[in-house]
Structure formats: structure tokens, C-alpha cells
């Protein structure tokens, strides 16, 4: 019904950049928030960055000031800048949304999760 997929995972040396992005696709009636999760071999998944619609944002302590987290609505696409990347930083990193679905005459909402894109950041 909602498809989100992922990109812009991959291998950068420490201190380097990545871009990830994901687009959703479906029987979208609206998304409210969106977000990057992540997780490390052996831990829980946690989030990263999430972002309302109305463009509001909000950042693990680890990340704050390295990431940047954007939206393009008429794209249904939201961004995760990644810059300063360390070790520490390397995980699968999980697409969220937030998302109101056309059910017959009415909506629906639920959470819906992309397929995960590895970052391995390399010391």
C-alpha cells in the first residue's frame, strides 16, 4: 500500500559526507512525520533525526550539529545530510513515516518502514 525506498548508503572514510534519501510512494493521502533511525550490530534501533510537516525538527544528542535532516513534500521525500562521520556512526540506517492512506472514503494512519541502507564508516 505505502512503499518507502531508501538510498545513498555505502562506505566513507571518517570525517567524510553521505546523503541519504527516501522516497515514499502509494495511496498517500498525507505524511505527517518522517524520519532516520539506525541500528549497530548487537544494539537497539534508535532514532537519528525526525521532521513534522511543518518542516519542525529533532536530533539524538550523538548527531546534533554533524546531521541534517530536510523534507520535499511535494516529493514525499525526506533527507538525512550526514557529514563529520565517525565509527561510531556506522549501522543500518531505517526510513519512518508517518502516513494517512485512502481506505474506500476515509484515511487511515499508520507507520511504515523502508528496507534499511547500510553506512559503514570506515576509521
Known amino acids: 500500500q505505502v512503499q518507502l525506498v531508501e538510498s545513498g548508503g555505502g562506505l566513507v572514510q571518517a570525517g567524510g559526507s553521505l546523503r541519504l534519501s527516501c522516497a515514499a510512494s502509494g495511496r498517500i493521502f498525507s505524511i505527517n512525520a518522517m524520519g532516520w533511525y539506525r541500528q549497530a550490530p548487537g544494539k537497539q534501533r534508535e532514532l537519528v533525526a525526525d521532521i513534522t510537516s511543518g518542516g519542525r525538527t529533532d536530533y539524538a544528542d550523538s548527531v546534533r550539529g554533524r546531521f541534517l535532516i530536510s523534507r520535499d513534500n511535494a516529493k514525499n521525500t525526506v533527507y538525512l545530510q550526514m557529514n563529520s562521520l565517525k565509527p561510531d556512526d556506522t549501522a543500518v540506517y531505517y526510513c519512518?513515516?508517518?502516513?494517512?492512506?485512502?481506505?474506500?472514503?476515509?484515511?487511515?494512519?499508520?507507520?511504515?518502514w523502508g528496507q534499511g541502507t547500510q553506512v559503514t564508516v570506515s576509521s
Open positions: 519512518k513515516a508517518k502516513v494517512a492512506t485512502v481506505q474506500g472514503i476515509s484515511a487511515m494512519t499508520g507507520d511504515y
